[in-house]
């Protein structure tokens, strides 16, 4: 799937890629918050010891950074993509629409949803944009 980056979304995209070494697949700009897609395995390299490579990156470009790590399979994107909220099951139905049905324990709701749903928002942008699901819902 070809996924359509803007202008802004690329300058990001190379400016990460400078200060951490690692080259995001995606990015989301979402007012003050950026969303990197990092290639399967990337994370850690990304993070860097006790988070200073991502806080480097978000001093240098004046966002805070959330990231995401790419999964082979829509199920184990859309958990991945709902992080750090624990997930215990993810299924994709196909009747009319994709639909991840994601189980999440009721502590983690929260999170999952994130403030006024953005947490949500954004694993439903992700999941549309590189595994075709049309929605998540949470039971």
């Known amino acids: ?3 359509e980056l803007s202008d802004e979304a690329r300058r990001y995209i190379g400016r990460f890629d400078e200060l951490t070494g690692v080259a995001p ?5 979402e007012g003050d918050r950026l969303v990197f897609l990092l290639p399967a395995g990337e994370m850690a390299a990304a993070i860097g010891q006790a988070g200073e490579t991502v806080e480097a990156a978000e001093r240098d470009l004046g966002k805070s ?7 082979d399979t829509a199920e184990a994107f859309v958990a991945s993509a709902l992080a ?5 099951a993810v ?3 196909e009747q009319n629409d994709r639909v991840a049905y994601v189980e999440v324990p009721e502590p983690d709701r929260g999170v999952a949803i994130g403030a006024d749903g953005r947490n949500i928002e954004t ?3 992700l999941a549309k944009r590189h595994h075709d699901v049309d929605d998540i819902q949470l039971t």
């Open 1 to 3: 799937m070809r996924v």
């Open 91 to 93: 299924t994709v139905s």
């Open 123 to 125: 694993a439903r942008t």
């Open 84 to 88: 750090p909220a624990a997930v215990n």
């Open 25 to 29: 697949k995606d990015c989301l700009v």
């Open 65 to 71: 950074i959330d990231l995401v790590e790419d999964a």
